[in-house]
Nanobody, 115 residues
Framework: QVQLVESGGGLVQAGKSLTLSCTAS????????MGWYRQAPGKQRELVAAGRGDGTINYADFTKGRFTMSRDSAKLYLQMNSLEPEDTAVYYC???????????WGQGTPVTVSS
């Protein structure tokens, strides 16, 4: 049963922007902390941003203010500005964790940034 579905990935030039979206079941969306992770080729999966119910959002240092995580009543978003080739990765939506990733993962959406 698919519970997290990402969309919005693609090929983009360096310096451009991209917004990823994650759709989740209502139960997940309302009651679980959610966040974004990414995995670049040959590297471990790493945190991009994670949020919890009190509004706290923890961003990875590499986002450098370029990335913003937000949500509305239906989706979780990741706005990515000033993209760099180093941001090339598969981006995953995650639910159920804050300090560490939770147990629920989406299938991932690939982002490729060309120089």
């Amino acid at each position: 049963q698919v519970q997290l579905v990402e969309s919005g990935g693609g090929l983009v030039q360096a310096g451009k922007s991209l917004t990823l979206s994650c759709t989740a079941s209502e139960t997940i969306f309302r009651f679980m902390p959610m966040g974004w992770y990414r995995q670049a080729p040959g590297k471990q999966r790493e945190l991009v941003a994670a949020g919890r119910g009190d509004g706290t959002i923890n961003y990875a240092d590499f986002t450098k203010g370029r990335f913003t995580m937000s949500r509305d009543s239906a989706k979780l978003y990741l706005q990515m500005n000033s993209l760099e080739p180093e941001d090339t990765a598969v981006y995953y939506c995650n639910a159920g964790g804050f300090g560490n990733p939770g147990p629920l993962w989406g299938q991932g959406t690939p982002v490729t940034v060309s120089s």
